[in-house]
């Protein structure tokens, strides 16, 4: 993520509700489909 | 300025399984349901809020989903580039806030928290898993986005000890020279 140019700018930026879903329980995770390289 | 809905950009991440989505280094880890801050380790600049205008510290991510993928296909479609095997590529955008520098082509932001994320088909079966982990919608990517980052890479084949290099040389471990490099189209 190093190609993003030249800074220009700061900006302020105040939501007013934080984009962060509520924490839960996780449920049965499924298998891993992905084998790591040997 | 001051903008009261969160900066959406885009960017890349590789999915630790069972739980973390990361930075492709795997050195940063974004917690489901937890909003990830920036950190800054330049030891001048600890007394301020991170990101810095002149330094390199935030959450990345691009303003426009062509300079990201065009990211990806950079990153895995060199001759050297690194292994694809194990990698559960996600992408997406990401919801920026806090303080935030803008640059050309993107942000660099004190807080950030995926919004949409897409995976690659060869982690299909974990789409829905990442989606419900992170509580923001996770789908297969669309067919043209695969397109765009088609990825190439090159896999020697294994070496007598089973380790498996992607480059011509010595293996580190049983010290065989590979000269015979069999070249292979890797998808991720």
Known sequence: MSQIGEPLRIIEVKPLEEPVPEKEVPFEQPADPVKEPA | MILREPI???????FMYPHFLANLGNDTIYVPREKIEARCEQKDH??????HLTCTCG????KEKPRLLGEIRYTYGRPMAPPVSGLRLVYGEINLWGKVVEHDHGYRAQFGYPKRLWCTPAIEPLAGWIGYVYGVPCEVMPSGDGEEIKV??????KYPCGQRYY???????????NIKAKRKTVEV
């Open chain 2, 59 to 62: 959450i990345y991510a691009y």
């Open chain 2, 46 to 51: 600890s007394e301020q809020q991170a990101p």
């Open chain 2, 167 to 177: 480059h011509v040389g010595f293996c580190p471990k049983c010290f065989v020279l």
């Open chain 2, 152 to 157: 190439k890479s090159t896999i020697i084949s």
């Open chain 2, 8 to 14: 959406v950009g885009w960017r890349q991440w590789h």
